[in-house]
C-alpha cells in the first residue's frame, strides 16, 4: 500500500478527486516546463499518473531524461493545496493498454462537446497516449489556497521507493521553492511563457522571454477530436513514426466505451475541476 494513504484524510481525497494537475519536467537547458494535464494516480495510490499524446510525446521525453518532475493540484476553496515531487517512469511499451486506459480514467465527455463514443473513438491521434508514472518522493500541502504564503506541512520519503512516507514533525521550515531562476507561466496550457523569476519580499516577479509555440489542438479545445484536415494529417503522420519506431501497431479503440475505473467515477463528482469548455476559434 502507498504511504500515501498514511496523509491526512482531507488530502488523500484531494489526491484521489483531482483531475487536473499542473505537471512539471525540465528541458535540457535546465528550464521547467509547466503543462496542465488530465491526472489519474493509481487505485493504491502508489504513482500519481499523468499522460501526453503519442503525437506530441516532447513532455515524455523530458521525464524520461531527467525524472525529476512535479505535480500542483488544483483544489476547491476549502480544500487542501498539495504539491508533489517526485519521480517518472515512462511508460510506452503497450499503446494499446495506454489508450483504452487513458479513456478508462478520464472519460471523453470535457474533449467530446456532444461527440457520441462511436465518433470520439477515432480521434487516434488524441487517444494514442504515452503515460507517465510518478512515485511521490516528498508532499507539501497548505491547510486551503488562504494558506499559501504561511510553511506548508511536509510528508516526505527517501531518494527511492520505500515502504511507506515517514511523517515530518510539524511544518515544514520554509516554502518548497527559491523563489529565483527560470520559470514558465501558462495560462492553463493556452498560453505558455519562458522567462525567469526573481522575489523581492513576499513578491515574485516574471520576466518573459518568449513564448512556447501553441498546441495545434488548443487553436479550437472544441475540436480536439475533430480538428482540421491539415491538423489530423500532421498528428497522424507523427503518431505513425512514433508507432513505428516502438514496433507496435496503432491502437484500435473498442466499440464500446471502456468503462470508468473507481477513482475516474470519484474525480467525475468534482465539477469544479473539469476542463473549461472554451468555444470559438483562436
Same mark, same amino acid.
Given at each position: =500500500? ?68 512535479? =505535480? ?69 500541502? @497548505? +491547510? ?32 518548497? @521553492? ?11 496550457? =493556452? ?50 513514426? +512514433? ?29 469544479? +475541476? ?9
Amino acid at each position: =500500500m502507498s504511504g500515501l494513504t498514511a496523509l491526512p484524510d482531507e488530502v488523500v481525497a484531494t489526491i484521489e478527486r483531482s483531475s487536473v494537475t499542473e505537471f512539471a519536467t525540465v528541458t535540457r537547458a535546465g528550464v521547467p516546463i509547466d503543462t496542465p494535464l488530465f491526472s489519474f494516480p493509481s487505485d493504491d495510490l502508489a504513482t500519481l499518473d499523468v499522460a501526453t499524446g503519442l503525437s506530441y510525446p516532447a513532455k515524455a521525453e523530458r521525464a524520461r531524461r531527467n525524472p525529476k518532475v512535479g =505535480m500542483f493540484l488544483p483544489t476547491g476553496p476549502d480544500q487542501p493545496v498539495v504539491l508533489v515531487r517526485g519521480r517518472a517512469a515512462v511508460r510506452d511499451g503497450d499503446l494499446q493498454a495506454n489508450a483504452e486506459r487513458y479513456v478508462a480514467e478520464t472519460g471523453f465527455d470535457a474533449v467530446g462537446f456532444g461527440l457520441p463514443w462511436a465518433e470520439a473513438r477515432k480521434a487516434v491521434w488524441y487517444w494514442t497516449r504515452v503515460i507517465i508514472e510518478v512515485t511521490p518522493e516528498r508532499v507539501h500541502w @497548505w +491547510e486551503g489556497p488562504r494558506d499559501g504564503r504561511s510553511a506548508p506541512h511536509l510528508e516526505q520519503r527517501g531518494p527511492g521507493p520505500l515502504p511507506g512516507i515517514r511523517p515530518a514533525a510539524g511544518r515544514a521550515r520554509s516554502v518548497p @521553492w527559491t523563489g529565483a531562476g527560470p520559470a514558465t507561466v501558462t495560462f492553463f496550457g =493556452m498560453e505558455t511563457f519562458v522567462g525567469t523569476v526573481v522575489t523581492e519580499g513576499d513578491v515574485c516577479s516574471a520576466t518573459i522571454d518568449r513564448a512556447l509555440p501553441l498546441h495545434p489542438l488548443l487553436q479550437n479545445p472544441r475540436k480536439v477530436l475533430k480538428p482540421s484536415a491539415e491538423i489530423r494529417a500532421t498528428l497522424l503522420r507523427r503518431l505513425v513514426h +512514433e508507432v513505428v519506431r516502438r514496433g507496435q501497431r496503432v491502437p484500435v479503440l473498442p466499440e464500446e466505451q471502456p468503462a470508468l475505473t473507481r477513482l475516474a467515477t470519484v474525480r467525475a463528482g468534482r465539477p469544479f +475541476e473539469r476542463v473549461p469548455r472554451i468555444s470559438g476559434n483562436r
